[in-house]
């Protein structure tokens, strides 16, 4: 493959060749919700399926408590 001329920062090891334009665009423009845990909380959650039930559990937990009310 040829090296772009225009790009520095483009290897000559970079092969597109069977590359498929706007594969994930469709998801790309449906947006992402990304969030970095904390490196200490990290090791008890392996992957994204751990930490959404450890919050679902957590969403039980809170809607079953009391809403304080403040009066003003």
């Not at 904390?38 to 039930?53: A, C, G, K, L, R």
Request: charged residues 35%; glycine residues 4%.
């Amino acid at each position: 493959m040829k090296k772009l001329s225009n790009d520095p920062e483009m290897l000559e090891e970079y092969d597109f060749s069977k590359g498929i334009r706007g594969k994930y665009a469709k998801r790309y423009a449906e947006g992402t919700n990304v969030v970095v845990i904390d490196s200490d909380i990290s090791p008890y959650f392996p992957d994204h399926d751990s930490v959404n039930e450890a919050l679902r559990a957590l969403l039980t937990i809170a809607k079953r408590q009391p809403k304080n009310i403040t009066k003003e």
